[in-house]
Nanobody, 123 residues
């Protein structure tokens, strides 16, 4: 069983930065791509970013391109989401997930999910 635990969320002013971390259990972390999603109140969960198993390729939603970066440390079984120039519309619960199969942008492509961490951006 894989467990994913997010941390690093909090309250930040618009224009500020946060770094989210997602720690994974198990020995197979480095074999899988990982993704970050978010869900704002009253909205569907949406793709934010993904990174391949080696870290060689990254993918981002248009809404966060140029502001967010994703990285991973396979030795630490951890994936990160660096969020800069935060906007109030970035307010959401952020989830990390392990990619199973299929396109990186789609929720059903991920087979394990963390419990989420709240990010609130004040204006």
């Amino acid at each position: 069983q894989v467990q994913l635990v997010e941390s690093g969320g909090g309250l930040v002013q618009a224009g500020g930065s946060l770094r989210l971390s997602c720690a994974a259990s198990g020995r197979t972390f480095s074999r899988y791509a990982m993704g970050w999603f978010r869900q704002a109140p009253g909205k569907e969960r949406e793709f934010v970013a993904a990174i391949t198993w080696s870290g060689g390729y990254t993918y981002f939603a248009d809404s966060v391109k140029g502001r967010f970066t994703i990285s991973r440390d396979n030795a630490k079984n951890t994936v990160y989401l660096q969020m800069n120039s935060l906007k109030p519309e970035d307010t959401a619960v952020y989830y990390c997930a392990r990619h199973g199969a299929g396109g990186y942008y789609y929720n059903p492509s991920y087979d394990y999910w963390g419990q989420g961490t709240q990010v609130t951006v004040s204006s």
